[in-house]
């Protein structure tokens, strides 16, 4: 019986893909789930596994471009490998002698190694989103062969806006097939874990017969048509677009699997400026002979961007293309709410527990501001605007990851110490990498304090679907005019950023100068006023 492999769906925008490389020849015996090509979509490369066993029949070649749902390949199942093409007999006389004689024999050790090996548990990536469609492998806590428990975490996964761990879902021996940096979509396989197996049956014991019946074989052996893909070799994605480029493949540093130019490095690539003529004129010639030569260390290194990274990039061009941003200015005299701070900070700490600091006076005041103005706390939904009676601030916030804005849901109901014990609890979790994707969606207006780096003047960028934010900076001291009188003050700029298609410079200035009064007598947050 011939099982027809047709070309999976991946996501909902990707309707064909390339195939990259057969890791398969055809006429070969292949076994369930073992992995038998390289598919490469527009967004990411992938592997396809065998759905049964048998003999592989390649129908696509390397390079082709075919729809979702096209058959690439079929398996003969039950079927024996001497059952190929015959092959020209002198690129294989050597070979097919041990090929065939160890053929039997590693599948007659098959039905054992499974039968020793016990039930197995294929873990798949969960459901962690609505508009998460894939992660990536932050790093395997535990290695291929290893016993792992029940509920035991064997990997941390990584999508573009949180990080998560992967609990074991059953007791046995684990079987990685997802590496560590792969980016696998929702549902894809991760591991396997055979219960009920010790470390060494981890492996199937036909795997020791394979290196010899391959190291029979001459290279000779190898078909023709067959393509390589060894390190610098673009993939046929990346090969197309380097030619339209114009750029030589040997000048580009690949990242894929041993060393293979991705799409991904492709895009990135940048031509090399053109060598000079050989015909220059010889006092050029000398010219360029005396420049000193570079000295000292001149290493260079590449690392993937991160989802988390690669989001926070598209989200923020795509902010700066879609919306009509403006920054307003304002500044603040901090002197009112350093004298609070250094008379009551220590009665504070400890009726409440925890330290007294700006954040909780700006977030109040934000609140405060935002229901006065509520188009700054509003957002664009299509050809409506949505206006929210509450008020959840974003706090941007700089992890070792990069930029996260955990959310502080109902601020305008919280008091000074409720809001500064969200701060530092979402701060905390978001340094673990612990944050959960509730704790970050659904904000509707945003802090970002730039002064803590020192800062003193930025134009911060708006928090999409959010409508504006406002940026803190170093607080600096410099003489002002105070009834007629110079005086030495701590003073702080404040920005605004705000969408101009929703929010007008009357709205924005007004909100801004809000603020500011509230700061600079923050008695007015109690009274209300």
Not at 215 to 240: L, R
Not at 383 to 392: G, T
Request: proline letters at 6%; one cysteine or more.
């Amino acid at each position: 019986m011939s099982l027809e492999v047709k070309v999976p769906t991946v996501g909902e925008s990707i309707t064909e893909v390339t195939i990259a490389q057969w890791l398969k020849k055809d006429g070969d015996r292949v076994e369930m789930d073992e992995v038998i090509a390289e598919l490469e979509s527009d967004k990411a490369t992938f592997e396809l596994p065998a759905e049964a066993a048998g003999i592989l029949r390649i129908v696509a070649q390397e390079g082709d471009t075919i729809e979702v749902g096209a058959t690439i390949c079929r398996i003969e199942q039950n079927g024996e490998a001497g059952s190929a093409p015959a092959a020209p007999a002198a690129k294989h006389e050597t070979a097919a002698p041990t090929a065939t004689a160890e053929a039997p024999a590693a599948q007659e050790s098959a039905p054992a190694a499974a039968q020793g090996a016990g039930e197995t548990k294929e873990m798949r990536v969960p459901t962690v989103g609505e508009s998460i469609t894939e992660v990536t492998i932050a790093s395997w806590l535990k290695n291929d062969g290893d016993h792992v428990e029940m509920d035991e975490v064997i990997a941390e996964l990584e999508s573009d806006k949180a990080t998560f761990e992967l609990p074991a879902e059953a007791a046995g021996t684990l079987q990685i097939v997802a590496q560590q940096g792969d980016t696998v979509e929702i549902g894809g396989l991760l591991c396997r874990i055979v219960q009920g197996a010790g470390a060494g049956a981890a492996k199937p014991a036909a795997q020791p017969s394979a290196p010899t019946a391959q190291a029979a074989q001459p290279a000779a052996a190898a078909p023709s048509g067959s393509q390589t893909y060894a390190s610098g070799t673009p993939s046929p994605a990346a090969g197309k677009i380097l030619s339209e480029k114009g750029i030589n493949p040997a000048d580009v540093q690949g990242t894929g699997r041993d060393g293979r130019i991705t799409k991904e490095d492709a895009m990135g690539a940048q031509a090399r400026p053109a060598a000079q003529p050989a015909a220059a004129p010889a006092a050029k010639q000398e010219t360029a002979a005396a420049a000193p030569a570079a000295t000292g260390d001149r290493n260079q290194r590449r690392e993937k961007m991160s989802s988390l990274r690669k989001t926070v990039a598209r989200r923020l061009v795509q902010v700066k293309n879609e919306t009509a941003m403006l920054t307003t200015f304002n500044e603040v005299d901090m002197k009112p709410i350093m004298d609070i701070r250094n008379k009551y900070k220590d009665k504070f700490k400890e009726k409440h527990e925890v330290g007294l600091g700006f954040m909780s006076f700006f977030t109040k005041a934000c609140t405060v501001a935002l229901q006065e103005w509520p188009a700054v706390n509003a957002m664009i939904d299509g050809n409506d605007i949505v206006f929210n009676d509450f008020c959840d601030v974003s706090i941007a916030v700089s992890s070792p990851k990069g930029l996260v804005v955990p959310v502080i849901r109902n601020a305008e109901q919280l008091t000074l110490d409720g809001i500064e014990k969200e701060v530092i609890r979402l701060a905390k979790k978001a340094r673990d990498g612990k944050l959960s994707i509730d704790e970050m969606t659904g904000g509707t207006f945003t802090i970002t304090n730039g002064g803590v780096f020192g800062s003193m003047m930025s134009t911060p960028i708006i928090n999409a679907p959010q409508s504006a934010i406002l940026g803190m900076h170093n607080i600096v001291q410099r003489p002002v005019a105070i009834n007629g009188q110079v005086e030495i003050r701590p003073m702080m700029y404040l920005a605004l950023s705000y969408d101009h298609r929703i929010i007008d410079g009357r709205e924005s200035v007004s909100f801004l100068v809000r603020v500011k009064e509230l700061l600079e007598d923050p008695m007015r947050l109690l009274l209300g006023v």
